[in-house]
């Protein structure tokens, strides 16, 4: 039986589309099967996000309309990773209940991860009650911080399996200057195990499909066998302005 994670922040932008594609993306260069449902229905991006908008012909509101196949609106990014698209159109029998029969019907999979859209309404709750475990994506910023606390309060009342936290676009040096929490004080914050910190990287930020390297794309690494374990070690955000030329890095950095 696959996993059904979702992957929420309650402020918009933290990186829940992002955190999706890329550690389906992780998972599934461990041979791990996935695919990710898109069910922001009003601001919809996995398709550019993992490369496949092209090929979108059906999505999800067809699906549960009753208007193609599972099959037909599964679109593979690659060998082991599948997306579904949403928002192309709508169907009023789009429901928790409703998105949580596709995700039992889909066979063959490891992990199936529900991108949530920003705020903690009905599109929230339609993805959450779906799922039996939660990712919640937080900023290390004080407004971030702020709506992560109140989306951990909301997802106890569904009584998920499993409640994570992945700390992202963090700045090392910021952090290293006091400037910015780590991701152990964010964790004693909101009180939830954290299983990365993903490091504020160009990288992430151009990339067009997930075909992505580098120092992000190693802490999604990270965060797949933490995810596959349930334990295990988190990316250490800081490491870069601790070696030799760090400091130069910091200064550089606080420059401009
Ligand atoms: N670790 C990172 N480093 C740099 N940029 C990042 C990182 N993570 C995400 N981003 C960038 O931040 C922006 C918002 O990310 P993303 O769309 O994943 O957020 P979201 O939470 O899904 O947003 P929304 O609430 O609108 O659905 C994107 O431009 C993305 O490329
Ligand atoms: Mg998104």
């Known amino acids: 039986?696959?996993?059904?994670?979702?992957?929420?922040?309650?402020?918009?932008?933290?990186?829940?589309?992002?955190?999706?594609?890329?550690?389906?993306?992780?998972?599934?260069?461990?041979?791990?099967?996935?695919?990710?449902?898109?069910?922001?229905?009003?601001?919809?991006n996995l398709d550019v996000v993992t490369g496949v908008e092209d090929k979108v012909v059906y999505d999800v509101a067809d699906v549960v309309n009753g208007r193609c196949r599972v099959k037909q609106a599964i679109i593979k990014v690659d060998r082991n990773l599948s997306v579904m698209q949403s928002g192309r159109s709508w169907s009023d029998f789009l429901s928790g209940q409703s998105i949580r029969l596709l995700t039992e019907g889909l066979n063959g999979y490891d992990f199936v991860f529900l991108d949530c859209p920003a705020g903690v309404d009905e599109g929230f709750m339609r993805a959450v009650s779906a799922a039996d475990e939660a990712i919640?994506?937080?900023?290390?910023?004080?407004?971030?911080?702020?709506?992560?606390?109140?989306?951990?309060?909301?997802?106890?009342?569904?009584k998920?399996?499993?409640?994570?936290?992945?700390?992202?676009?963090?700045?090392?040096?910021?952090?290293?200057?006091?400037?910015?929490?780590?991701?152990?004080?964010?964790?004693?914050?909101l009180k939830i195990p954290i299983i990365g910190c993903v490091p504020d990287d160009d990288a992430v930020l151009t990339a067009s499909s997930c075909d992505v390297y580098g120092k992000a794309m190693r802490s999604f690494g990270m965060i797949a066998k933490?995810?596959?374990?349930?334990?295990?070690?988190?990316y250490d955000c800081l490491g870069e302005f601790k070696r030799p030329f760090g400091r130069l890095k910091m200064a550089l950095r606080s420059r401009g």
């Open 226 to 234: 933490y995810l596959i374990k349930g334990e295990g070690k988190i």
């Open 1 to 44: 039986m696959a996993r059904k994670i979702v992957v929420t922040s309650g402020k918009g932008g933290a990186g829940k589309t992002t955190v999706c594609a890329l550690l389906g993306e992780s998972l599934s260069r461990l041979n791990k099967r996935v695919i990710i449902l898109d069910l922001d229905f009003s601001l919809n």
């Open 160 to 189: 998920p399996e499993n409640v994570y936290g992945i700390v992202n676009k963090v700045r090392g040096d910021l952090v290293l200057r006091g400037k910015e929490l780590s991701a152990s004080e964010v964790g004693d914050i």
């Open 136 to 158: 919640v994506v937080v900023n290390p910023s004080p407004s971030s911080l702020r709506d992560a606390d109140k989306t951990v309060n909301i997802l106890a009342q569904y």
